[in-house]
């Protein structure tokens, strides 16, 4: 093994160093990207599953139709409040119902998109994560 004076240790550290860096700091922000997109998947799936929770536990009537889906998306909206920058105006819930009597059910689909903090070679820079629940509806 060669003995090299201190000062030529350091600078092969930091050449080697020089070297490390880039792919640290893409293992980083790749890291940040991928938590990211899974908390909004999260935080989307958990969306749908309140508004659609919301919309089978509280009957509505013909009347009451669209208030009753209003209170829906509301119920997506609290949910996705609780997500940093969270752009209300963004969110796209849609709500479908189908059947009658005990075959009756209503279906949410809750959509918001999400933009990547680095472009990535061959990956898109926006996704929109998109998730829907379906669930019993009850009748008065």
Same mark, same amino acid.
């Given at each position: 093994?060669i003995a =090299?004076?201190?000062?030529?240790?350091q600078a092969?550290a930091?050449?080697?160093f020089a070297f /490390?860096?880039?792919?640290?700091?893409l293992m980083?922000?790749? !890291?940040?990207d991928?938590?990211r997109? /899974?908390?909004? @998947? #999260?935080?989307v799936?958990?969306?749908?599953?309140?508004?659609?929770?919301?919309?089978?536990?509280?009957? =509505?009537t013909?009347a &009451?139709?669209e %208030?009753w889906e209003e209170?829906? %998306?509301? +119920?997506a909206v609290?949910?996705m +409040?609780g997500?940093?920058?969270? @752009? *209300?105006?963004?969110?796209?819930v849609?709500?479908?119902?189908? !059947?009658?009597?005990?075959? +009756?059910r209503?279906a949410? &689909?809750?959509? =918001?998109?999400?933009e990547?903090?680095?472009r990535w *070679?061959?990956?898109?820079?926006s996704?929109t994560?998109?998730?829907v &629940?379906?669930?019993p #509806?009850?009748r008065p």
């Amino acid at each position: 093994m060669i003995a =090299y004076p201190r000062t030529k240790r350091q600078a092969l550290a930091a050449t080697e160093f020089a070297f /490390v860096l880039p792919f640290l700091a893409l293992m980083i922000l790749g !890291g940040v990207d991928f938590g990211r997109i /899974v908390h909004v @998947d #999260l935080t989307v799936i958990s969306a749908a599953r309140s508004a659609g929770e919301f919309g089978s536990t509280h009957p =509505y009537t013909t009347a &009451t139709r669209e %208030r009753w889906e209003e209170r829906v %998306r509301q +119920a997506a909206v609290n949910e996705m +409040a609780g997500m940093t920058s969270f @752009d *209300p105006s963004s969110l796209t819930v849609v709500i479908i119902t189908t !059947g009658t009597g005990t075959d +009756a059910r209503v279906a949410v &689909t809750v959509s =918001y998109p999400f933009e990547m903090v680095t472009r990535w *070679p061959g990956l898109p820079t926006s996704v929109t994560v998109q998730r829907v &629940t379906v669930m019993p #509806l009850s009748r008065p």
